[in-house]
C-alpha cells in the first residue's frame, strides 16, 4: 500500500488492521531503528558524526536533513544503512504474521524502487484530489501551500502512481466513507486469497 502525502494511507492502514489485517509500517520500522541504543543509529553517528545526535543522544532529525542537503552523496550514504536494515524488519515481521489471509506492507515509496516488488502480489494505491492533499496537510501539520506542494513535487507524480497500481482507493471524502471502502477491498482480497488456495 502507498500513497501520496495526506491522501490518507495512516487511517487506511488503520481501517486494515481494525478488520484483523497484519500491517507492516515502513515508516514505524525507520522510526524504530534510529532511536537510543539500535545499531542503525550507532551506525549513522559513524558515518555522519556525534553532531546529528542531540544532548540526550537521540538522533536530531533536522541535523541530518541538513547534511543531506549540503553533501553530494549523504543521502546515498543514509540509504545504503537504512534501507536493508528496515528491509531485514519487513522480512522478519512478514513470517511472525503467517497465518493472516493476507497483509498490508505500508511503503511511502513502493514504487520509487524494487525492492519490495517481489514481497507484493497486488499493490494498492490511497488516492485523493491535490486540493485534498493541501488542506489536509496543513490542517495536520500546519504546513504552508507551497510547503506541501513542494513535497508532493518530489514525490511520484500521481499519474505515473495510480498507472502503476492494481487497486486504487479514491479518497476524497470523510473517514467512515474511507473505512467502508477499506471494508470492501477487505472482501475483495479475502475472496482473491480463498481462490488462490483452490487453484494451487
Known amino acids: ?3 501520496g502525502i495526506g491522501c490518507g494511507k495512516s487511517e487506511a492502514a488503520k481501517a486494515f488492521a481494525a478488520l484483523g489485517i497484519p500491517v507492516v509500517d ?3 520500522i525507520s522510526h524504530a531503528l534510529t532511536k ?3 545499531p542503525t543509529l550507532n551506525k549513522i553517528a559513524e558515518t555522519f ?3 546529528i545526535l542531540d544532548e540526550k543522544g537521540e538522533l536530531n532529525r533536522a541535523a541530518l536533513r541538513q547534511k543531506i542537503f549540503s553533501e553530494a552523496d549523504a543521502k546515498a550514504r543514509l540509504e545504503a544503512i537504512m534501507h536493508p536494515a528496515i528491509y531485514d524488519e519487513v522480512l522478519k ?3 511472525q504474521q503467517t497465518s493472516a489471509p493476507y ?3 505500508d511503503i511511502p515509496l513502493l514504487f520509487e524502487g524494487d525492492r519490495y516488488q517481489s514481497l507484493i502480489s497486488r499493490s494498492l494505491v490511497i488516492d485523493c484530489e491535490p486540493e485534498v492533499q493541501i488542506n489536509r496537510v496543513n490542517k495536520r501539520s500546519g504546513l504552508t501551500e507551497a510547503d506541501v506542494k513542494k513535497i508532493m513535487d518530489a514525490q511520484l507524480p500521481r499519474a505515473r502512481r495510480n498507472a502503476l497500481a492494481d487497486d486504487i482507493l479514491t479518497n476524497n471524502g470523510s473517514l467512515k466513507e474511507l473505512q467502508e471502502k477499506v471494508a470492501q477491498l477487505h472482501e475483495k482480497y ?6 488462490d488456495k ?3
Open 1 to 3: 500500500m502507498t500513497g
Open 49 to 51: 558524526g556525534k553532531e
Open 103 to 105: 497483509q498490508i506492507i
Open 26 to 28: 515502513v515508516d514505524g
Open 36 to 38: 537510543i541504543g539500535q
Open 190 to 195: 479475502i475472496n482473491t486469497c480463498v481462490f
Open 198 to 200: 483452490l487453484i494451487t
Open 93 to 95: 515481521q512478514l513470517k
